[in-house]
Structures are given as C-alpha cells and as structure tokens.
C-alpha cells in the first residue's frame, strides 16, 4: 500500500471515529490543554487537590547554547510554585529513567536565582542574602503505550511511584521530587470493572478512540466534559487536519513495534530450531 493511499484510508477512518485517541500528539495535548481537565487528573493521580495550574513553556532550553533542549507535552505550575510534567510516550526509549532525570533536572535548575538575593538589615540598608536552595517540589508523569517495567513481580503494576527515599531507613528523603509511570497495556479492566475515578481515566486513555459512545457510568462530572471535549466532530477543519497527521505518525510507531516484536519472535524460533537440531546431532541423531 502506498503512502498516500495509507493517509486517504486514515482520513476516512477519523471520519469515522467518535473520540480523539488521547495517546497521539494532538490527542494528548488537546485534552490536557484543557486546565480543568488536567487539575482534575492531576488531582486523582497525585491523589491531592491542585487549586489551580498556569501552563509554562514547554520547550526548557539549556543555559548555554550548546546544551540539549527538553521539550515537554504539557507543563505547568501550581499556586504554591510546584512544577508538572506531563508525557505521553508511544514507543519504548532507550536509558528511560535516565531520560526522566534529564527532563526534570530543568524544572529544578530553573528555580536557582539567576542574580545575586537581596534582602534589607534591621536598618533598612540592602544585603546580600545566601540562597538556601529551597525549592518547590517536581513532579513527572508519564503515561506510556508500552510496557518499561517487564519484571515478573511488576507484571500487574500499572501505577508505579518513585520519590528519593532513603535505603536504609525506609524513609522518603524529600517529597519534593516524584516520578508516576502508568503503563496502559497493562490496564486491562473492563468498563463493568471500573470501580474509582482513576480506573476511569486510565480506561478512557487507553480505549477512547475505540468507543462509539460515552460510557454509561461516565455521563455526569468531568468525565462527560472529558468525553465532550474529545468529540472528533468538535474539531475544526485544521484541527482535524493536523490530528489525522498525529495518527499517522502514532500508527506508524505502532506498526514499527510490532514489527520489531514479530521479528524477535521469529528470530527466538530459529535460534530455538538451530538448538534442538544441535543438541539432537551432539547425541548421534541423524
């Protein structure tokens, strides 16, 4: 099939959906450029209440120009100074974690004061004042389309939570840093087994573009407003444009995994082929 015959079929089928796919591009960050509907996530997932965010910039520059750039899906700030990195990751990455600790280096760096601190004496004269490196706390969530964590005893987590903790004492070293992976192919919950607002979100996340209609259980609150919202006939002629081009590109990372998936499985069955005829020729079979 040729290219352009591949992007006429996926005009028709956006056409043809109910619900955005929250896991594209365009997807995620028309739903979480929503800021009711990020506070209300964010509230749920970081199991607190956020008053309310102010949307940042999202491309974090280095402080030289030679250094790498970070650039977020969503980030934000609440009223009391903490930052919020949301990201949705299709494909697996290589050095994961180590990825994570670049993105938020910036969030943290950003909040050193770029001049000298002055405060006044007892005799309103101007001092210099030492920074104490108090910053306000960094939080990363990333929402991931594939699975990270394949260890048999995370086969089951879908939610995993890391801060800095101190080893020995089993004690949280600081709440100021938090990382949150949601793995959804690891969600498998039906909509009859969908118990609390978070099983929601993550359902809605996971399987939104596949339904023709808003959940029976999801018609009242923010998720009405989430599903009104994600609508595919709301989108305006660019809009929709520019999310047909956000599924190509998100079939395309999925098509690229299961290629990869599928040509480790064959390349696993000729080894495993190659073995048994070895071991059955070391043993005087013909």
Do not use: H
Not at 98 to 112: D, G, N, T, W
Not at 151 to 173: F, G, L, Y
Request: hydrophobic fraction near 35%; charged fraction near 30%; charge should be neutral.
């Amino acid at each position: 099939m040729t290219k352009g015959k591949e992007k006429t079929d996926t005009k028709k089928t956006v056409g043809l959906l109910a619900f955005m796919n929250i896991k594209t591009d365009f997807g995620f960050k028309k739903t979480f450029g929503d800021k009711t509907l990020l506070t209300a996530f964010l509230d749920v997932i970081l199991n607190r209440e956020i008053a309310d965010i102010e949307y940042l910039q999202t491309e974090q520059l280095g402080y030289i120009k030679e250094n790498r750039k970070a650039v977020y899906d969503v980030y934000c700030t609440g009223v009391t100074g903490e930052r919020f990195i949301v990201e949705m990751q299709a494909s697996p990455q290589p050095y994961f974690m180590e990825r994570i600790l670049f993105y938020m280096a910036y969030p943290v760096i950003s909040q050193a004061p770029k001049g000298k601190v002055t405060g006044k004496n007892s005799k309103g004269e101007e001092v210099k004042v030492p920074w104490d490196y108090s910053i306000s706390g960094v939080y990363m969530i990333c929402i991931l389309d594939s699975i990270i964590f394949p260890e048999e005893k995370a086969k089951e987590i879908v939610i995993e939570r890391m801060q800095i903790v101190r080893q020995e004492a089993s004690e949280t070293a600081t709440g100021k840093w938090g990382v949150i992976t949601i793995e959804l192919p690891k969600f498998d919950k039906t909509e009859d087994e969908l118990k609390t607002d978070i099983d929601k979100w993550l359902y809605s996340i996971k399987n939104m573009e596949k339904l023709s209609e808003c959940p029976k259980n999801f018609n009242e609150g923010i998720f009405r407003e989430l599903y009104e919202k994600s609508k595919v006939n709301n989108l305006t002629k660019r809009e929709m444009k520019t999310y047909g081009k956000s599924i190509w590109e998100y079939d395309d990372v999925i098509l690229g995994m299961r290629r990869s998936r599928d040509e480790g499985r064959e390349e696993g069955i000729k080894e495993g082929i190659s073995k048994l005829v070895r071991n059955c020729y070391k043993n005087g079979m013909s």
